[in-house]
């Protein structure tokens, strides 16, 4: 069974730029399509990013599009998600998650059945 694993959150000032990793283990990633969500207190959770399992095309909600950037390296069984100039409305949980049936235009979390346990980040001055 695959599992996922988020590191790289932390707290950042407004501009400054984070790079998140989910590594998987116990499975092939490259037979999945990973997802970034994120949740902020008494928010639902919002899917922001979205690669394809050849990493090939990419998906973006529109408030991270332009910013943030999804990527990965099957050979290493991790994706990545750089987050740049980032805002303090990007506080949140992030968390990645992985399904090999959905594609990147699915951006709700019901599409996806594996998940990390999520990694803070905080953007505040």
């Known amino acids: 069974q695959l599992e996922l694993v988020e590191s790289g959150g932390g707290l950042v000032q407004p501009g400054e730029s984070l790079r998140l990793s989910c590594q998987a283990s116990?499975?092939?990633?490259?037979?999945?399509?990973v997802g970034w969500f994120r949740q902020a207190p008494g928010k639902e959770r919002e899917g922001v990013a979205f690669?394809?399992?050849?990493?090939?095309?990419?998906n973006y909600a529109d408030s991270v599009k332009g910013r943030f950037t999804v990527s990965r390296d099957n050979g290493r069984n991790i994706v990545y998600l750089q987050m740049n100039n980032l805002k303090p409305e990007d506080t949140a949980v992030y968390s990645c998650?992985?399904?090999?049936?959905?594609?990147?235009?699915?951006?709700?979390?019901?599409?996806?059945?594996?998940w990390g346990q999520g990694t803070q980040v905080t953007v505040s001055s």
């Open positions: 998650a992985a399904d090999r049936l959905t594609t990147i235009a699915q951006m709700g979390d019901s599409h996806y059945n594996i």
């Open positions: 690669i394809a399992r050849n990493g090939a095309v990419q």
């Open positions: 116990g499975g092939i990633l490259s037979y999945y399509t």
